[in-house]
């Protein structure tokens, strides 16, 4: 595999509320930050992860290259989903080896709708859409089938997201991540632009899995595509001193820790995690971006990230990164 | 940021008439059997039953077995399930409800729908039926929910009467009438039976002797009682024995003017007359 690393990561100060700012302007800034820490103003890439059901508009994530300058006409692509999974094309389009650097953002407005209504539009419209399974029952169905201290999962997270300046300031620990609104973008590179940068986080493995759409076709206790990944990944390969968990939920927390195979050395979610903060579109990528700051803290020597799809941890990719290719 | 407030709308989105979707011949096969009122599966190459039928094996992306439908349930068990106290507008129930994977009778996957139960009845391994909608259209909402399965039933008793005191209590009740309650004294038992009777229980000799009693007396023991009770001042509220001075048998009456915690065994009380009979007792001082 071509060496491919994280330079730059920027994200919003996230607020539980409509600040006002359209989306172009929400993401404006984290533009202008991963620029200026990357020294790149052009990339030979760009792809996003949004949800045009979020504002209810066709082709929103369109408008929001207007916070870009995309012309002359730039390579640009788009999810419909967390844009984690917008880094991923990424690093696979990086892989062909003609182009050296690639943007990727990603951003959501949860506080312009129901956002628990809005995740039944994501669901199979034969067998469950029409049934109104909102987001809330069916993690409430994989709540019940998990065993776990999930009060203490909260209340860890609460506490990690005081340190953090982006994080929501919740009042009290939550085991519901938060209506959020933000944005968030990084910079990879590859080839020629890894010489003469010092504080980069190489991503050393990524994968992503996916499970039965279906919730009654799985057993909710445990995620096979997570630990699929994990393994595609290469997670087990070595000692992992911090893990940031696409945790919307604090019973996925303890599916993950397992899926991953992570033990009681890791540090989970030291950002609070989504619980402190879920920017839906941009939490997946937030996750690594907050694992490559470790990295490139020095903090951690070996971080994994981790992102989520669909119903009960439909969907999942895990990566790995750490200072050395 | 902007600092003055920025002006709102409401925003809808919709699809007038919604989206045609093709059902495919499983899931359009699965519809089709709701809307008869039944429910099937489709069998995999490894002879497993899908409920709600896909056209591929999840667990090895094959094919399932073409035609191959099984019915299944209609009952089934609860595996995990969750509360919802507060419906949305777009559940399937109006009130509090749960949601539920149920592996249907011969099903080898667990179907999501929801369940019509109190919560105090919802538990891992109720069984439950599905309630149909008499008018089906081949949907998933062909079943409005499901029902835990009878395991009880309710059995109603209600019958009407027209009684008498009999001739001792009648003249026991027009004596109280006039403020008194009237006794029974036994000569050969040398007892005083309140109410008044026409004969002795202990020897059975026949009762001439009528004497008054009362109107106080002593409590002897007594219950308190928290369930409501029209007849009773409040609630909790206390029914006593009262042994009626000149009496040698207690009768049972509601205490009043005393709060529970404060009525003793001795206790003296008095009987306070409303209406031609006794409202209650209270204590003496008070009477």
């Known amino acids: 595999m071509r060496p491919v690393a994280v330079a730059a990561f920027a994200q919003t100060t996230h607020t539980d509320h409509d600040s006002g700012l359209s989306e172009p302007e929400l993401i404006l800034p984290v533009i202008r930050a991963v620029r200026e820490q990357s020294g790149l103003t052009e990339f030979g890439f760009t792809c996003s992860g949004s949800c045009d059901y979020l504002a209810g508009a066709p082709f929103s994530f369109v408008s929001a290259l207007d916070a870009l300058g995309a012309w002359p006409p730039i390579q640009e692509s788009h999810v419909e989903m967390d844009a984690a999974f917008a880094l991923y094309e990424a690093w696979v389009r990086l892989q062909h080896g003609d182009v050296d650097s690639a943007l990727v953002y990603g951003f959501g407005k949860s506080s312009m709708g129901d956002l628990r209504e809005i995740m039944t539009l994501q669901l199979d419209p034969y067998y469950l859409a029409p049934l109104g399974l909102d987001q809330l029952s069916y993690a409430g169905l994989q709540r019940s089938a998990v065993q776990g201290d999930f009060p203490a999962i909260a209340r860890r997270s609460w506490e990690s997201a005081q340190t953090n300046p982006y994080a929501l300031k919740l009042p009290e620990p939550v085991e519901t991540a938060p209506i959020t609104d933000g944005a968030a973008a990084i910079v990879l590179v590859a080839g020629d632009l890894l010489h003469d940068r010092t504080n980069l986080a190489y991503i050393n493995g990524i994968a992503h899995r996916i499970d039965p759409h279906y919730p009654g076709m799985r057993d909710l206790t445990r995620s096979a595509s997570a630990a699929a990944a994990a393994t595609a990944a290469g997670v087990g390969k070595g000692p992992v001193d911090v893990a940031e968990l696409h945790v919307q939920f604090a019973h996925e927390e303890t599916v993950l820790a397992e899926a991953l195979g992570l033990s009681g050395d890791t540090l989970i979610n030291p950002s609070g995690g989504p619980l402190a903060a879920n920017p839906v579109m941009a939490t997946g990528l937030i996750r690594i971006g907050e694992a490559a700051s470790r990295v490139m803290d020095g903090t951690a020597a070996r971080a994994v990230a981790h992102a989520a799809s669909g119903p009960c941890l439909q969907h999942n990719l895990v990566a790995v990164l750490s200072r050395e290719s | ?287």
């Open chain 2, 1 to 287: 940021m902007p600092s003055e407030p920025n002006p709102e709308i409401n925003h809808v989105l919709e699809f007038p008439g919604g989206y045609t979707r093709s059902t495919g011949p499983v899931i359009g096969r699965f519809l089709t059997e709701l809307r008869a009122g039944r429910i099937v599966g489709v069998r995999t190459a490894a002879r497993k039953v899908l409920v709600p039928p896909l056209e591929y094996d999840p667990a090895t992306g094959e094919p399932v077995v073409a035609d191959d439908f099984v019915e299944v349930g209609p009952a089934g068990t609860v595996r995990e399930w969750t509360w919802v106290e507060e419906p949305r507008k777009n559940h399937p129930l109006d009130r509090p409800f749960a949601w539920a994977l149920i592996r249907l009778d011969g099903a080898d996957t667990s179907l999501v729908h929801a369940i019509d139960a109190p919560a105090k009845a919802m538990r891992t391994g109720l069984r439950v039926w599905p309630r149909w909608r008499h008018d089906r259209i081949g949907s998933i909402t062909d079943i409005e929910c499901f029902v835990p399965e009878v395991t009880t039933i309710v059995a109603n008793v209600r019958t009407e009467y027209t009684v008498t005191p009999g001739a001792a209590l009648k003249r026991y009740l027009d004596a109280l009438t006039r403020n008194v309650f009237l006794a029974g004294r036994c000569s050969t038992c040398a007892a005083v039976y309140v109410p008044y009777r026409l004969s002795c229980p202990q020897c059975g000799s026949v009762i001439e002797d009528e004497v008054e009693v009362g109107p106080a007396g002593t409590v002897t023991t007594f219950a308190i009682n928290n369930l409501p009770d029209p007849r009773a001042p409040q609630v909790p509220f206390v029914s006593a024995y009262i042994l009626l001075d000149g009496a040698d048998t207690p009768i049972i009456a509601l205490l009043g003017s005393v709060a529970a915690g404060e009525v003793t065994e001795g206790m003296r009380v008095r009987a306070v007359f409303e209406g031609g009979t006794v409202k209650w007792f209270a204590p003496e001082r008070e009477a």
